[in-house]
């Protein structure tokens, strides 16, 4: 037998000798657990960092928790993902204001850029918890998940809501079906876009309903199921997106119409330096002879204004209640007078032109 062919031999049988106890070690050894999702949270306050005073009563102090606070009081959350928790704001959403967005937007989009970050959580009241998810849909350039939870409960309250809403929004955010689906608000088992969201109950856990189109799925103790996706103008197809554009947008006032108003309400906005006004409007969209001709009057001198309506369900069309050709009006479409003023404030960043305005209007 040459040398060559002893070596082959040698080889072949030291392989067969081996194999058995390397096979034996490869099946002894645990399979690598995939990595979990990276999520960061991202807080600023509300009610589901509430604390009472004193145990079984109402009352209570808006984000009185930290956000590490909120995390451990969440079971189970750590096996959706990897955390982090970034404080934003310590407030109660009645008190959003414009520096606390600009600081929100800002952060998420830096945070979306990063490719290690696969979504984001952002605690928030429920007061302007459906005004903030539509802000930051216009505004986010990602198609990452951006979730927002809440509660109608404070942390120290009997039967507390906000450990599994937090729980049910980070299985949102870390779930691969939520890409592409925009900014959503995660409550009481549903998943709910930013634009379709209304707050509807001052104290229920069920306060959150999607009017138009429904929710846009449901989740279950952290199991994720949509019924489908949004076709409406968002975050990466949303021009606003890129569009440079200042943190404070222009001031828009929202008018409220009743039985007799008059146009002083109007009058007042126009005088506040007002460059949009929001007519939250009866039935239709519509208001007194009074009111109505003084947002004409406003419209005239180069305010915009839009029709909404304040009765909660159902579309403002273009010349149907009115003439908004005549008048120079924009009609709201389905969008509700609070979210109507979020879009208008957004578009005159980049245009006063009616036309454009009614276009984003139907488009977003």
């Known amino acids: 037998?040459?040398?060559?062919?002893?070596?082959s031999v040698t080889l072949f049988l030291l392989f067969v000798l081996a194999a058995p106890g390397a096979l034996a070690q490869a099946a002894a050894a645990p399979a690598a657990k995939p990595a979990l999702p990276h999520i960061v949270i991202l807080a600023t306050g509300g009610t589901i960092a509430g604390v009472q005073p004193k145990e079984g009563e109402a009352g209570y102090k808006s984000g009185s928790l930290s956000i590490d606070s909120l995390i451990k009081g969440a079971p189970g959350i750590e096996k959706l993902a990897?955390?982090?928790?970034?404080?934003?704001?310590?407030?109660?959403?009645?008190?959003?204001?414009?520096?606390?967005?600009?600081?929100?937007?800002?952060?998420?989009?830096?945070?979306l850029a990063q490719p290690d970050v696969d979504g984001i959580v952002v605690t928030h009241g429920t007061d302007t918890m459906e005004e903030t998810a539509f802000f930051l849909g216009l505004v986010l350039r990602s198609d990452k998940p951006v979730v927002?939870?809440?509660?109608?409960?404070?942390?120290?309250?009997?039967?507390?809501?906000g450990p599994l809403n937090l729980i049910n929004g980070v299985?949102?955010?870390?779930?691969?079906?939520?890409?592409?689906?925009?900014?959503?608000?995660?409550?009481?088992?549903?998943?709910?876009?930013?634009?379709?969201?209304?707050?509807?109950?001052?104290?229920?856990v069920n306060t959150f309903v999607s009017v138009t189109r429904g929710t846009v799925g449901k989740v279950?103790?952290?199991?994720?199921?949509?019924?489908?996706?949004p076709t409406y103008r968002h975050t990466v197809r949303s021009e606003f997106a890129t569009a440079p554009r200042s943190i404070?947008?222009?001031?828009?006032?929202?008018?409220?119409?009743?039985?007799?108003?008059?146009?002083?309400m109007v009058k007042c906005a126009v005088a506040a330096g007002a460059k949009g006004?929001?007519?939250?409007?009866?039935?239709?969209?519509?208001?007194?002879?009074?009111?109505?001709?003084?947002?004409?009057?406003?419209?005239?001198?180069?305010?915009?204004?839009?029709?909404?309506?304040?009765?909660?369900?159902?579309?403002v069309r273009r010349n149907?209640?009115?003439d908004d050709d005549k008048l120079g009006f924009v009609a709201g479409m389905d969008l509700n007078p609070q979210k109507s003023r979020v879009l208008l404030r957004v578009a005159l960043t980049l245009t006063n032109d009616l036309k454009q305005i009614q276009k984003y209007f139907e488009e977003y």
Do not use: C
């Open 220 to 229: 279950y103790y952290g199991k994720v199921k949509y019924g489908y996706t």
């Open 277 to 315: 006004i929001i007519l939250a409007g009866v039935g239709d969209g519509n208001a007194t002879t009074d009111m109505i001709n003084a947002l004409a009057e406003a419209a005239k001198s180069g305010i915009v204004v839009v029709r909404a309506s304040h009765v909660g369900f159902g579309m």
């Open 82 to 111: 990897r955390l982090d928790g970034e404080q934003i704001a310590s407030i109660g959403s009645q008190d959003m204001n414009d520096l606390v967005w600009g600081k929100l937007a800002k952060r998420a989009n830096e945070l």
């Open 171 to 204: 299985a949102v955010a870390a779930d691969p079906e939520s890409k592409g689906h925009g900014v959503m608000v995660v409550v009481n088992d549903e998943i709910h876009t930013g634009r379709d969201v209304h707050k509807t109950h001052t104290t229920a």
């Open 148 to 161: 927002l939870v809440g509660s109608m409960r404070p942390a120290t309250s009997a039967s507390a809501d």
């Open 1 to 7: 037998m040459s040398a060559k062919r002893i070596v």
């Open 320 to 322: 149907v209640e009115l």
């Open 248 to 264: 404070y947008p222009p001031r828009v006032d929202i008018v409220f119409a009743h039985e007799g108003v008059d146009g002083t």
